[in-house]
T-cell receptor
């Protein structure tokens, strides 16, 4: 089946710093989503982005489907950005497969 | 819109007991699924449903049972709980099978003693 790899596995930042999280996938995909799991365990949708670029406030994401990767950018990070960021992909007619996540810690 | 609602949020069971985790969505989504999340393992698919009356197994289905009698509800049953089923369980739904944004419930933390 399709493989999803996220990097880096862990990231520690000072408040105000920028960061880039990467998601590589092993085959063409129909769907790609980024999620944030906050310290309380809630999984929050960030982007539905099978291709192209989207922005939402300080967060933006780019998926280059032909090269099988997606990037999540966090600018001017805040302590509330802490948590685990998951990338998930699927192909038509298959379930969403999750990467192992990037754990982000932002300190003030 | 409540979105995806899971109950209970916390549950402690003894080995061998049975229980049902409830999941309901009010978005008229055809696709519903159950995941479990364990440390270091990420999210793994247990069972899924592409519509009322249709269910199928995911990656880790053993020890779990599901049914989908209505579009809105997708309960997960543990028939005889084992300590290996201690985990956080998430229900999720999307408009279609393999397409559309997936929305998660808030999770149910289950401990089996």
């Amino acid at each position: 089946g399709i493989q999803v790899e996220q990097s880096p596995p862990d990231l520690i930042l000072q408040e105000g710093a920028n960061s880039t999280l990467r998601c590589n996938f092993s085959d063409s995909v129909n769907n790609l989503q980024w999620f944030h799991q906050n310290p309380w365990g809630q999984l929050i949708n960030l982007f539905y982005i099978p291709s192209g670029t989207k922005q939402n406030g300080r967060l933006s994401a780019t998926t280059v489907a032909t090269e099988r990767y997606s990037l999540l950018y966090i600018s001017s990070s805040q302590t509330t950005d802490s948590g685990v960021y998951f990338c998930a992909v699927n192909q038509a007619g298959t379930a969403l497969i999750f990467g192992k996540g990037t754990t982000l810690s932002v300190s003030s | 819109n409540a979105g995806v609602t899971q109950t209970p949020k916390f549950q402690v069971l003894k080995t061998g007991q049975s229980m049902t985790l409830q999941c309901a969505q009010d978005m008229n989504h055809e696709y519903m699924s159950w995941y479990r999340q364990d440390p270091g393992m990420g999210l793994r698919l247990i069972h899924y449903s592409v519509g009322a009356g249709i269910t199928d197994q995911g990656e880790v289905p053993n020890g779990y049972n599901v049914s989908r009698s209505t579009t809105e509800d997708f309960p997960l049953r543990l028939l005889s709980a084992a300590p290996s089923q201690t985990s956080v369980y998430f229900c999720a739904s999307s408009l279609g099978w393999g397409s559309g944004e997936l929305f998660f419930g808030e999770g149910s933390r289950l401990t089996v003693l």
